[in-house]
């Protein structure tokens, strides 16, 4: 994959509120230079390693490193040329891992890695660093490997990487460690995309773009992030001193921003857009921003602040989306997870894409504000959550009449502005351009798996939905629209296929494309999970799996009598690794678990 791309080119608004135009690569670049150990393909790279002083630098030319595993030792550097390719041959597990400190990984293609989709409650990764201190992994492409695309440890760097097509997610925080957390990572100029392409995982789960966990002054900067089956960038539990700043945060149906049961943060200077355009849970988890139970933590006095960003609501994702829950059983390092403290303010927000259709049931415009379902009102009375000067394109006054939430109900700007919320604020009852906007999805029929990609077999049915904003008219290549600027239509394709929407109004034209992959013999994916994965001696866990591309599955250590879903409950008295192998007409696949029973029982936590 050659070095890509992205340049930031937004508006003359967009520019006045201070965000970056950038150029950035990601993944291998030409021309990178290396001076230490020489390797070739064929090479085993752990023996080089073991028979090499720590710090060495070792630098692969071009060519494919099937199945290598390495452990490395402190200050190594893994460099390659441009076509430097690991493989990991969907068999081997990871393509590096281990203890070491200050590790490099730079300018390296590395693909099929076999990873678990779960180890204990996170995922795994080729790039295995969640046990190391100070990794640098840096312009290497990461893609189509099972779990993660690379899982985080103490003051890694991640730069420049192009992270892809992995199919569960991108990036993930695989532990804390020693319990104390994941500290001082860096996450920058990356792209993050398509991750969880084939819908194999729920992204209620964890699944998508990113998901840190139990992470301190964690920084994410200038990512383009887009197309994940999932949230773009999601921080779950535990997180504080968090920076979100300057992303492209773009197309991704499970919302853009999501900072969940987390503390002290600060989201400033990202576009965030055509996020939670599929209507799957309600607005208040999938909006452009979502904090679900998150706010400034109570040990530091600290906020939560989101300014100087673009927010573009899709047809069903909200803007900005406040959520208490009752979340006393969670783990919580710094105070109870209530939203408080929260300042949003100085944002351009674009509300004027909903489809709203009055008349209806269920459907309404993409709304901003707080929203509790903990049954009591304190995120809005007395917990300094506060709106101030917003820039507010609400498309027409029959969709700013429903803009807004609060108070446990939803209305438009005045009695937002009497609940004392942007009083200062500037009310636009247009689009923020007045060119048109087009949004064009595709998912299996009979889901809600839509994406801008998806991959179905040979007869079946694909559901095309879109939209479109600042339009009249949008027309269809492939399917029907009957002129109409939101809709949907059913389509059976007999190949690989690509389908187009135009959409026209007074301010120009804008398009929009969604691919549809049809294969008779897609391969299988296959997982397998146990919960709790520690158990007493003679407790109880349960066992559970589940496949795609696949007619039957069969178990090891227990029956499945032959379902590709199902769960089981389970009591051992030793620890037991389980495995499903599940077999289609593309092929087969298999997934382990290991229920570990611990010889004392397990104390509850306080």
Not at 222 to 240: C, E, F, R, S
Not at 362 to 376: K, L, M, N, R, T
Request: hydrophobic share 35%; with cysteine.
């Amino acid at each position: 994959m050659f070095a890509r791309t992205r340049f930031f080119l937004f508006s003359a608004l967009i520019a006045h509120l201070g965000l970056p135009s950038l150029a950035l690569a990601y993944g291998p670049v030409q021309g990178q230079s290396c001076s230490g150990v020489s390797l070739s393909p064929g090479a085993n790279i752990q023996n080089a390693v073991d028979s090499h002083p720590a710090g060495t630098t070792f630098c692969l030319a071009a060519g494919t490193y099937a199945q290598q595993s390495v452990v490395p030792q402190n200050n190594d550097q893994f460099i390659g040329a441009y076509g430097a390719v690991l493989d990991g041959q969907n068999t081997t597990e990871h393509a590096f891992a281990g203890t070491a400190q200050n590790v490099v990984i730079q300018n390296l293609k590395i693909v099929n890695y076999h990873t678990k989709a779960q180890n204990g409650l996170f995922s795994d990764s080729p790039v295995h660093g969640d046990a190391s201190t100070g990794w640098i992994v840096k312009n290497n492409e990461l893609a189509y490997n099972w779990g993660a695309g690379l899982d985080l440890g103490n003051q890694m760097q991640v730069i420049g990487n192009y992270i892809h097509h992995n199919s569960q997610i991108g990036i993930d925080t695989n532990g804390a460690a020693a319990n104390n957390g994941t500290m001082g990572v860096v996450v920058d100029s990356n792209e993050i995309a398509y991750n969880n392409y084939r819908h194999d995982f729920d992204p209620g789960w964890e699944a998508g773009g990113t998901k840190f966990w139990a992470t301190s002054n964690l920084q994410v900067t200038n990512n383009y992030t887009h197309d994940n089956i999932g949230p773009g960038l999601w921080a779950d539990t535990n997180n504080i001193g968090t920076t979100y700043a300057n992303n492209d945060i773009e197309n991704n149906p499970g919302g853009g921003i999501a900072h969940e049961v987390s503390y002290d943060a600060v989201i400033k200077n990202n576009v965030i857009k055509n996020n939670g355009r599929v209507f799957i849970y309600g607005w208040e988890y999938q909006p452009q921003i979502l904090l679900n139970s998150s706010g400034g933590a109570s040990t530091t006095g600290g906020q939560i602040e989101i300014t100087g960003n673009t927010l573009i609501s899709g047809p069903n994702g909200g803007a900005v989306g406040l959520e208490q829950q009752n979340r006393s059983t969670d783990s919580a390092w710094y105070g109870p997870h209530i939203v408080q403290n929260v300042y949003v303010h100085d944002n351009a927000i674009d509300q004027s894409s909903a489809a709203y259709q009055p008349s209806q049931a269920g459907v309404y415009p993409p709304q901003h504000g707080a929203y509790e379902d903990d049954g009591e009102q304190l995120i809005f009375t007395s917990r300094n959550n506060r709106f101030v000067n917003n820039t507010y394109y609400l498309g027409s006054q029959t969709l700013a009449g429903h803009a807004f939430n609060w108070m446990d109900n939803t209305f438009g700007v005045s009695t937002w502005q009497k609940y004392g919320q942007d009083t200062t604020g500037t009310f636009n009852y247009s689009a923020m351009s007045a060119a048109p906007a087009a949004y064009l999805v595709a998912a299996p029929s009979g889901t809600t798996n839509f994406a801008s990609q998806t991959a179905v077999s040979s007869g079946s049915s694909v559901t095309l939905s879109w939209s479109a904003s600042s339009a009249t008219t949008c027309t269809g290549t492939g399917f029907p629209t009957g002129n109409a600027i939101a809709g949907s239509a059913t389509v059976t394709p007999t190949q690989s296929a690509t389908y187009g929407l135009t959409c026209n109004g007074p301010g120009g034209a804008a398009s929009a494309q969604t691919t549809v992959i049809v294969a008779s013999n897609l391969i299988p994916a296959a997982n397998l999970t146990v919960y709790p994965a520690v158990i007493a001696a003679g407790g109880q866990a349960a066992l559970s799996w589940s496949a795609t591309n696949a007619a039957a599955c069969s178990g090891s250590g227990f029956d499945t009598n032959d379902a590709t879903s199902g769960s089981i409950p389970i009591s051992r008295s030793n620890t037991t690794t389980y495995s499903v192998t599940c077999a289609g007409s593309g092929g087969s696949a298999s997934a382990f678990a290991t229920e570990t029973v611990t010889m004392t029982d397990l104390l509850p936590e306080e």
